[in-house]
């Protein structure tokens, strides 16, 4: 079993900074990968920001200057540091995770964690 637990979500005025974590946990041999993507109220989910275990990282242009993603490898933690909020940047947030289990077997698979709401007044 794998869990992906999110934090730091919540209201915040427009101008404003969030930071949201998100950990791993369970049967893990390795995390490929760790990102975040979020879907607004009648939209599809989108991806926001992703780190591979290596440091690489790619976003979406609108969050570009102002997101900031991070990965902690010992702790199985992706952060990301939201500055300059604006109201469309509300949705809900959730954390997705690329992990290998089994160091006997190469497959990696996909967990979502549960998704952490993000609100931004105006």
């Known amino acids: 079993q794998v869990q992906l637990v999110e934090s730091g979500g919540g209201l915040v005025a427009a101008g404003g900074s969030l930071r949201l974590s998100c950990a791993a946990s369970g049967t893990i041999f390795s995390i490929n990968a760790m990102g975040w993507y979020r879907q607004a109220p009648g939209k599809q989910r989108e991806l926001v920001a992703r780190?591979?275990?290596?440091?690489?990282?790619n976003s979406v242009d609108s969050v570009k200057g102002r997101f900031t993603i991070s990965l902690d490898n010992a702790k199985n933690t992706v952060n990301l540091q939201m500055n300059s909020l604006t109201p469309e940047d509300t949705a809900v947030y959730y954390c997705?995770?690329?992990?290998?289990?089994?160091?006997?077997?190469?497959?990696?698979?996909?967990?979502w964690g549960q998704g952490t709401q993000v609100t931004v007044s105006s």
């Open positions: 780190i591979t275990s290596g440091g690489t990282t």
């Open positions: 997705n995770a690329d992990i290998r289990r089994d160091i006997r077997f190469p497959n990696t698979y996909r967990y």
